[in-house]
């Protein structure tokens, strides 16, 4: 078993969703609630050693529900290892989740396109506001129900 997996299903067991193990990559679906707890979890275990945190990704389902999801992309350099982790927000046109920034300050910015792009709101975030859209630009162009023609 994967050291990261079965890390969450001891420290968190109620939170691990789906574990789902492709040709050697594993990715774990875990509750948002507890997102950064776990993220710290994966970062500072003896076994894990996620120290750096490569990608992370707004992600838009719809039609199906819940629509809105972020992607989390971790690798140990220490083990050689590396893990997607995922989670899905409660359905809602202004999700939330909690902001990594605090656990891999490389967090930071990936939050803040996701912001800019999909409209997911990270909640702690030292300086959300818009990255590559100008201030005042309306929607979010990500969505799969965003015009395709603009605003």
Same mark, same amino acid.
């Given at each position: 078993?994967?050291?990261?997996?079965?890390?969450?299903?001891?420290?968190?067991?109620?939170?691990?969703?789906?574990?789902?193990?492709?040709? &050697?990559?594993?990715?774990?679906?875990?509750? %948002?609630?507890?997102? $950064?707890?776990?993220?710290?979890?994966?970062?500072?275990? #003896? @076994?894990?050693?996620?120290?750096?945190?490569?990608?992370?990704? &707004?992600?838009?389902?719809?039609?199906?529900? %819940?629509?809105?999801? $972020?992607?989390?992309?971790?690798?140990?350099?220490?083990? #050689? @290892?590396?893990?997607?982790?995922?989670?899905?927000?409660?359905?809602?046109?202004?999700?939330?989740?909690?902001?990594?920034?605090?656990?891999?300050?490389?967090?930071?910015?990936?939050?803040?396109?996701?912001?800019?792009?999909?409209?997911?709101?990270?909640?702690?975030?030292?300086?959300?506001?818009?990255?590559?859209?100008?201030?005042?630009?309306?929607?979010?162009?990500?969505?799969?129900?965003?015009?395709?023609?603009?605003?």
């Amino acid at each position: 078993m994967n050291k990261a997996v079965a890390l969450l299903q001891e420290k968190f067991p109620e939170e691990v969703v789906e574990v789902v193990e492709f040709r &050697g990559d594993t990715a774990i679906e875990v509750k %948002p609630d507890r997102l $950064v707890s776990i993220c710290a979890a994966l970062k500072d275990g #003896h @076994d894990t050693g996620f120290k750096y945190l490569s990608m992370i990704a &707004g992600m838009d389902y719809s039609p199906a529900s %819940p629509r809105f999801g $972020v992607v989390y992309n971790l690798y140990s350099h220490k083990h #050689h @290892d590396r893990i997607t982790l995922k989670t899905r927000l409660a359905d809602d046109l202004a999700p939330v989740i909690d902001s990594v920034a605090k656990v891999w300050s490389t967090a930071n910015w990936h939050e803040r396109e996701i912001y800019d792009m999909m409209g997911i709101r990270f909640n702690g975030h030292p300086d959300l506001r818009r990255i590559l859209m100008p201030a005042d630009w309306a929607g979010y162009p990500q969505r799969k129900d965003y015009p395709l023609r603009g605003q």
